[in-house]
Nanobody, 115 residues
């Protein structure tokens, strides 16, 4: 399984970005997909999660600003990021899993929020 993340870049505070994660197989076949991020010198943290049933959950730090969604026809999961803050600066990773022990990671995409 391959996960290809894209969409990162440099954006000003208050701006928006949309990240994409394209999978090499049907995203509906995963038990769940998620976005994580890792800021310099920090541990990787969960940002948003989407279950196979369509349920979503978010880290408190991004609630109301980020939205995870999917397009099964494109085998792609998205992370819409609005009202970006400098503290959102990080490398963002896409993750998919079949079970707690069968996990797939995409390569990261860098998001930099700076004026």
């Amino acid at each position: 399984v391959q996960l290809q993340a894209s969409g990162g870049g440099l954006v000003q505070p208050g701006g928006t970005l949309r990240l994409s994660c394209a999978a090499s197989r049907s995203i509906l076949s995963f038990n769940g997909m998620a976005w994580y991020r890792q800021a310099p010198g920090q541990e990787r943290e969960s940002v948003a999660h989407l279950s196979s049933g369509g349920y979503t959950s978010y880290a408190d730090s991004v609630k109301g600003r980020f939205t995870i969604s999917r397009d099964s026809t494109k085998n792609t999961v998205y992370l819409q990021m609005n009202s970006l803050k400098p503290e959102d600066t990080a490398v963002y990773y896409c993750r998919a899993y079949d079970s707690p022990l069968v996990v797939y990671w995409g390569q990261g995409t860098l998001v930099t929020v700076s004026s």
